[in-house]
């Protein structure tokens, strides 16, 4: 979408919609408190008029009751006015912040791949939060602005109509210029929100290569990048904010114009005997009380500005579609499930190719061993196979059913996948072994982590299944968190596992540990293992070598093992020479 491309407000009224009642409310108490306000300065004309003439003192002092019951509803109505207002704000924002994460969620990885989670924050969060007090009070406020704008203008031509003609003309001089100046601030306040939001990229990328920042000395150097971006921020919201303050300083001028010219007016009719004191009293009084709903829709034009950004970056995101689109089948054949690449062709960008005319077959149950240099395109196989990428060319079969036909969350429950990165929850070591799921009993959990032979690492744990871990995967070395993740899958009871192997070098009881593991997830379903120790592939039935994103490979492990011209045959003889080493 193009920046500067109107956007239409409509699409949220689906928001609003779900508070309509609770708006209707808020429409209610509005007209009650603006009839209060109307109200009041009428009853201090009669009092002072009253007590010019030498009135009543009964009538006087029920009129000063009046004015004071009037005064205390109308700040009643107030107080209740904004408690709703607030209200209606979280309720409405909090369904498009919900629906702007669950969008992101679905979004393709190429699309997350560009931004940082800082960004996302600011985009999910930043973006809506300027638009709540838009969401609360916007159509209340102008609704509210015109209600008391009529009232004040209808009643001044009920008293006296020149006056009223000099107020009608001043306030749609006003609304005018507000109006024509109203888009003033958009595309600076957008620019504003650009430049925070890659601020928070920036703090929470440095965060996140917090070891990286400390021990490459590279502190000076974020900085500097800081400084640079918080002087973004800052230039650009300065603009934005005076270029949101034009509309209320154009107003105030005009308003103190609009003052004098009817206070002299009033004054010259007093004289000459035509108006009342108490008459002359309601016309400054009103005159005064056209400046509220007048600044109020000014204030109203600023928040509409600042929302209206918010409001397109929301909008833009919501209509980014993923790549990624959804099957409409869901049946994949029961058991391990086989696997087919036939000619897959896949590039992250355009100009380059990672995955060249990838084709191959594996039978249910079958185990697959990949090798290859760093780089050569193993785990885009995988990320493939679990549809995280559209492919450029070819296709992928999963149980003999093409995957782009699939519905994905069809595919994610029958394929697990460990990857060298163990993401963790903040939660207990149940809820991340079974990923929220309180259907999986720790009963099956234990039978389990005792079938992989991890019991006696759960019990070394302060508190077993409820020791808390923290988010990330800091609280737990990198064995740890591989075991972690194959009990993980493991419970999931998947039908094709992909494993991406640790490069790291583990100790040898952990090693023996997820050797052990490992054997028994594979032995009951199909199991691709991207290996980078060749010890792992001695339990593999084939082995494909990958070399610059082609096959350079492929054959059964033992064929391969015994052909001495093979590259398989090559890389165990260099193993082999390493060792000793
Ligand atoms: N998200 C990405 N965006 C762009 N290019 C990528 C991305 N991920 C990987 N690549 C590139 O694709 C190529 C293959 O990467 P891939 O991760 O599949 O290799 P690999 O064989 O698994 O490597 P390693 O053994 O280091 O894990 C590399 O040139 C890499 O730079």
């Given at each position: 979408?193009?920046?500067?491309?109107?956007?239409?407000?409509?699409?949220?009224?689906?928001?609003?919609?779900?508070?309509?009642?609770?708006?209707?409310?808020?429409?209610?108490?509005?007209?009650?408190?603006?009839?209060?306000?109307?109200?009041?300065?009428?009853?201090?004309?009669?009092?002072?008029?009253?007590?010019?003439?030498?009135?009543?003192?009964?009538?006087?002092?029920?009129?000063?009751?009046?004015?004071?019951?009037?005064?205390?509803?109308?700040?009643?109505?107030?107080?209740?006015?904004?408690?709703?207002?607030?209200?209606v704000a979280w309720r409405a924002t909090n369904r498009l912040r919900a629906d702007l994460l669950q969008h992101c969620l679905r979004l393709d990885m190429r699309f997350h791949n560009l931004k940082t989670p800082g960004v996302m924050i600011e985009r999910i969060d930043g973006d809506v939060t300027s638009m709540s007090n838009f969401f609360a009070m916007f159509i209340v406020q102008i609704f509210g602005s015109f209600v008391l704008l009529g009232g004040i203008l209808g009643f001044m031509f009920a008293y006296h109509w020149p006056i009223a003609v000099a107020m009608?003309?001043?306030?749609?001089?006003?609304?005018?210029?507000?109006?024509?100046?109203?888009?003033?601030?958009?595309?600076?306040?957008?620019?504003?929100?650009?430049?925070?939001?890659?601020?928070?990229?920036?703090?929470?990328?440095?965060?996140?290569?917090?070891?990286?920042?400390?021990?490459?000395?590279?502190?000076?150097y974020v900085m500097n990048r800081f400084h640079r971006a918080m002087r973004s921020v800052?230039?650009?919201?300065?603009?934005?904010?005076?270029?949101?303050?034009?509309?209320?300083?154009?107003?105030?001028?005009?308003?103190?114009?609009?003052?004098?010219?009817?206070?002299?007016?009033?004054?010259?009719?007093?004289?000459?005997?035509?108006?009342?004191?108490?008459?002359?009293?309601?016309?400054?009084?009103?005159?005064?009380?056209?400046?509220?709903?007048?600044?109020?829709?000014?204030?109203?034009?600023?928040?509409?500005?600042?929302?209206?950004?918010?409001?397109?970056?929301?909008?833009?995101?919501?209509?980014?579609?993923?790549?990624?689109?959804?099957?409409?089948?869901?049946?994949?054949?029961?058991?391990?499930?086989?696997?087919?690449?036939?000619?897959?062709?896949?590039?992250?960008?355009?100009?380059?190719?990672?995955?060249?005319?990838?084709?191959?077959?594996?039978?249910?149950?079958?185990?697959?061993?990949i090798v290859g240099r760093t780089g050569s395109g193993k785990s885009s196989i995988s990320r493939l196979l679990l549809r995280l990428y559209n492919l450029d060319g070819g296709v992928i079969r999963v149980g003999g059913v093409d995957t782009s036909t699939l519905r994905l969350d069809a595919l994610y429950r029958r394929v697990g996948m460990v990857t060298q990165e163990v993401q963790l929850f903040d939660g207990t070591l149940r809820d991340n072994l079974t990923l929220f799921d309180s259907a999986v009993s720790d009963e099956t959990i234990l039978h389990t982590t005792d079938r992989l032979g991890l019991s006696g690492w759960i019990a070394g744990l302060p508190h077993g299944l409820d020791t808390h871990l923290q988010a990330g995967g800091s609280s737990l070395s990198a064995g740890e968190a591989q075991l972690f993740a194959l009990t993980r899958v493991f419970l999931t009871q998947p039908s094709l596992v992909i494993l991406d192997e640790p490069?790291?070098?583990?100790?040898?009881?952990?090693?023996?540990?997820?050797?052990?593991?490992?054997?028994?997830?594979?032995?009951?379903?199909?199991?691709?293992?991207?290996?980078?120790?060749?010890?792992?592939?001695e339990r593999m039935d084939t082995i494909m070598v990958l070399g610059e994103g082609r096959i350079l490979e492929y054959g059964a492990r033992m064929d391969l093992a015994r052909d001495p011209a093979s590259h398989y045959s090559a890389l165990l003889r260099a193993d082999r020479q390493e060792e000793p080493a």
């Amino acid at each position: 979408m193009p920046p500067h491309k109107q956007v239409s407000m409509l699409w949220l009224l689906r928001y609003l919609a779900a508070v309509k009642g609770r708006m209707a409310l808020l429409l209610l108490l509005l007209l009650a408190a603006t009839a209060c306000q109307l109200v009041n300065p009428q009853l201090v004309q009669r009092f002072i008029d009253t007590a010019a003439a030498k009135g009543d003192m009964t009538r006087l002092l029920g009129l000063a009751g009046i004015f004071l019951l009037v005064a205390v509803c109308s700040q009643l109505f107030t107080l209740m006015l904004n408690y709703l207002g607030n209200d209606v704000a979280w309720r409405a924002t909090n369904r498009l912040r919900a629906d702007l994460l669950q969008h992101c969620l679905r979004l393709d990885m190429r699309f997350h791949n560009l931004k940082t989670p800082g960004v996302m924050i600011e985009r999910i969060d930043g973006d809506v939060t300027s638009m709540s007090n838009f969401f609360a009070m916007f159509i209340v406020q102008i609704f509210g602005s015109f209600v008391l704008l009529g009232g004040i203008l209808g009643f001044m031509f009920a008293y006296h109509w020149p006056i009223a003609v000099a107020m009608t003309v001043f306030t749609v001089l006003a609304i005018g210029v507000m109006a024509v100046v109203r888009n003033l601030g958009v595309a600076s306040s957008q620019a504003e929100r650009e430049a925070s939001a890659s601020m928070y990229g920036l703090i929470e990328e440095r965060l996140a290569g917090i070891e990286d920042v400390q021990t490459g000395g590279n502190v000076p150097y974020v900085m500097n990048r800081f400084h640079r971006a918080m002087r973004s921020v800052f230039q650009r919201g300065r603009k934005a904010w005076m270029l949101r303050v034009v509309p209320w300083n154009a107003t105030v001028i005009m308003f103190t114009v609009a003052v004098t010219v009817v206070l002299l007016m009033g004054v010259r009719l007093y004289v000459s005997g035509e108006l009342s004191l108490g008459m002359l009293y309601l016309i400054f009084q009103y005159t005064q009380m056209l400046n509220e709903p007048i600044e109020q829709l000014g204030n109203q034009m600023q928040e509409f500005q600042k929302a209206k950004s918010g409001l397109r970056r929301s909008r833009e995101l919501l209509s980014l579609q993923s790549e990624v689109v959804d099957g409409d089948g869901s049946e994949l054949p029961p058991g391990p499930l086989g696997v087919e690449f036939e000619q897959v062709r896949f590039g992250y960008s355009q100009d380059k190719t990672v995955l060249h005319d990838i084709s191959f077959s594996l039978r249910p149950g079958e185990r697959l061993g990949i090798v290859g240099r760093t780089g050569s395109g193993k785990s885009s196989i995988s990320r493939l196979l679990l549809r995280l990428y559209n492919l450029d060319g070819g296709v992928i079969r999963v149980g003999g059913v093409d995957t782009s036909t699939l519905r994905l969350d069809a595919l994610y429950r029958r394929v697990g996948m460990v990857t060298q990165e163990v993401q963790l929850f903040d939660g207990t070591l149940r809820d991340n072994l079974t990923l929220f799921d309180s259907a999986v009993s720790d009963e099956t959990i234990l039978h389990t982590t005792d079938r992989l032979g991890l019991s006696g690492w759960i019990a070394g744990l302060p508190h077993g299944l409820d020791t808390h871990l923290q988010a990330g995967g800091s609280s737990l070395s990198a064995g740890e968190a591989q075991l972690f993740a194959l009990t993980r899958v493991f419970l999931t009871q998947p039908s094709l596992v992909i494993l991406d192997e640790p490069s790291s070098r583990l100790d040898a009881a952990t090693e023996a540990a997820l050797q052990g593991a490992v054997d028994q997830l594979l032995e009951r379903c199909t199991g691709i293992v991207i290996a980078h120790r060749l010890a792992t592939l001695e339990r593999m039935d084939t082995i494909m070598v990958l070399g610059e994103g082609r096959i350079l490979e492929y054959g059964a492990r033992m064929d391969l093992a015994r052909d001495p011209a093979s590259h398989y045959s090559a890389l165990l003889r260099a193993d082999r020479q390493e060792e000793p080493a």
